[in-house]
């Protein structure tokens, strides 16, 4: 049995806010995936939930006028690998939300869930990153002089839904925006405020339009297993095809938070592209990975993936944009076996919130 407070049950984005603003103490429950393994484990004994479930708005994926992606937060995983617009748009997404848990779980977990939980192997997460999405909140104010701190990051963009009320007719609702890196505050801690939900993740046109990616999970076995290390590359090369004109690598569990590898992406972007140019970058990552030891791996078979991994990637996004890395052997062109990795005996001891 489950240890449960009350349930309050919201329909529309207002009454989620408004139910936010009146019992801050509750928690919110979407899919329930995590909520509730914590629930029955005792963290969460007795809570009180605010069940999104019914929220239909902040399901499914569409495109604006200017191309920008929408995600729905309460989207399913399952959902976001079948979606067209996923596929055709942002195919690594799908691919990366496919890799989570079992399908079970991606019939129920959302995509929603798995940002907010601030857990650093979150599967979306570093493809997210990767795609330089944008999280959109909803919070309710009663203040018209509320701005919401991080809006100006991304673009300054704060909307105002004039029609809301909710239970006190002066109320409104408040959009905010934070790109998603910054919305990791640390493990397990989110930028969302009290009184406010996630509604979506938004991803502007200019940041997947031309680029391609791929996205590599490595994982103890293939299925119902949380990611050792993620790594998400996207790139975007030259007409010729023979330059890597933009490149963002994006980590899982290499550091306390889903991470991007700034330095790295600057230091070869332009960069030709040969077998060389992928070793670098394979390397140049391991000055900004901070993987740390648990018992799933020790911090050196982590950073060992991360340099890998990116290459793989790496290599694949490249092949998917349609380049050829001049030098490349053809066994080195793709995706290794990791499961071949017979080093690092030496696992670490303690474990935390991966
Ligand atoms: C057996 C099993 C296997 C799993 N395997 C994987 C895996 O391989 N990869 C992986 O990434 N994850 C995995 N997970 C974790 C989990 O399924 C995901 O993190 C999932 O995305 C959580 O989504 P949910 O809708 O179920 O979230 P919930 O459990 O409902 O909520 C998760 C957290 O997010 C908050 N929240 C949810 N929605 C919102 C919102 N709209 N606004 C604000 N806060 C919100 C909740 O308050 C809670 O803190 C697994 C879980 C289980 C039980």
């Not at 998400?232 to 938070?257: C, H, M, Q, T, W």
């Not at 993936?305 to 990637?313: E, G, Y």
Request: charged share 25%; hydrophobic share 35%; glycine share 12%.
């Amino acid at each position: 049995m489950y240890d449960i407070g009350k349930i309050y049950e919201a329909h529309t984005v207002e009454e989620a806010v408004n139910l936010r603003l009146e019992h801050p103490e509750a928690v919110i429950i979407a899919g329930g995936s995590d909520v509730l393994i914590k629930v029955r484990s005792g963290k969460l004994a007795g809570a009180d939930l605010i069940s999104i479930q019914g929220v239909d708005e902040l399901r499914g994926v569409h495109m604006e006028k200017d191309g920008t992606l929408v995600i729905g937060s309460l989207t399913s995983f399952s959902h976001i690998t079948a979606d067209p617009l996923i596929g055709s748009c942002i195919r690594v997404l799908g691919e990366a939300a496919d890799k989570v848990g079992g399908p079970q779980i991606r019939a129920v977990g959302t995509v929603g869930g798995n940002t907010c939980n601030g857990v650093t192997s979150a599967d979306t997460a570093s493809t997210l990153l990767a795609y330089d999405a944008i999280v959109e909140l909803a919070g309710g104010t009663e203040d018209e002089g509320r701005t919401g701190g991080n809006a100006e990051n991304a673009g300054g963009q704060m909307a105002r839904n004039p029609g809301a009320g909710g239970a006190d007719s002066q109320r409104r609702i408040a959009r905010r925006l934070v790109p998603l890196e910054k919305f990791y505050l640390g493990p397990g801690r989110t930028d969302v405020r009290p009184g406010e939900i996630q509604t979506c993740l938004r991803i502007p046109v200019e940041s997947y339009e031309n680029h391609y990616g791929f996205y590599i999970k490595f994982g103890m076995r293939n299925a119902m297993e949380i990611a050792t290390v993620g790594c998400s590359v996207n790139v975007k090369l030259s007409e010729d095809k023979k330059y890597l004109d933009d490149l963002r690598i994006a980590f899982g569990v290499a550091g306390p938070v889903p991470m991007r590898a700034h330095e790295t992406e600057k230091k070869f972007k332009g960069a030709a592209l040969t077998a060389q140019t992928v070793t670098e970058i394979g390397s140049s990552v391991l000055s900004e990975v901070h993987p740390r030891d648990s018992w799933r791996a020790p911090k050196n078979m982590r950073r060992h993936l991360c340099r890998t991994m990116t290459q793989d990637a790496l290599c694949e996004a490249v092949r998917r944009a349609g380049g050829m890395i001049a030098g490349m052997k053809a066994d080195q062109d793709g995706a290794r076996d990791f499961m071949d990795i017979t080093l690092f005996p030496d696992a670490g001891a303690a474990d935390g919130q991966e």
